[in-house]
């Protein structure tokens, strides 16, 4: 359920009416700062929140840029840049060994854990498997947007495709290296 809430921004936003793109990009910024508010008051760590401080900033700039020019070409390209973002988020969060499933993995994990090989090895390969998801969504995307199907069934079908394959990968792969490791005791807690 962690990812559900922590892609929630992202869902909003794919969700509202296309033609009223100025008020989806202000509804995935005001639950972006919703959900991670949400998640300091609860405890949660900055490194907890890389995806919802990244779609904050994100969101942030496409309200400026949809108030500020309703009709910008940016709005035919606004799903393939959101998954680009996401993309770029994630790649950066695996770049700096941080991997944005970590932060997500320790609030489920006993902290004796946190630092052994095979929790991190689980967290990094399943962020790769995000950052890779979303770089071929992102992709996917900006070739219908490029045919003038930038927000239509097709789009939203690719969209759904970027979150639910890595969400399932996830489910699949932790509970694949925890069966291994034995007992569900290496602490992967990535979900």
């Known amino acids: 359920m962690s990812y559900v809430r922590t892609f929630l921004p992202w869902i909003v936003f794919a969700v509202l009416p296309s033609g009223q793109w100025q008020w989806a990009a202000l509804a995935g910024l005001l639950a ?3 959900v991670t508010v949400q998640q300091r008051r609860a405890g949660a760590g900055f490194d907890a929140l890389i995806i919802e401080i990244g779609s ?3 969101f942030a700039a496409l309200t400026a840029i ?7 070409g940016i709005h035919d390209y606004s799903a393939a840049l959101s998954s680009a973002t996401l993309a770029l988020i994630a790649g950066a969060s695996l770049l700096v060994g941080k991997p944005f499933t970590l932060g997500i993995a ?9 630092g052994l090989r095979p929790f991190i ?3 990094t390969v399943v962020t790769g498997v995000w950052t890779a998801a979303f770089a071929a969504t992102a992709g996917a995307l900006a070739a219908l947007a490029h045919a003038g199907h930038g927000h239509s069934a097709s789009a939203t079908l690719v969209q ?8 399932l990968f996830t489910v699949r ?4 290296a925890r069966t291994k490791a034995g007992a569900g005791t290496t602490g992967t807690g990535a979900r």
């Open 56 to 58: 904050a900033v994100f």
């Open 173 to 176: 792969y932790v509970a694949a």
């Open 66 to 72: 949809a108030f500020a020019d309703p009709h910008s």
């Open 106 to 114: 320790k609030r489920s994990t006993p902290r004796e854990v946190w």
């Open 160 to 167: 759904a495709a970027g979150f639910l394959v890595p969400m």
């Open 121 to 123: 090895r689980v967290n």
């Open 32 to 34: 972006a700062l919703a």
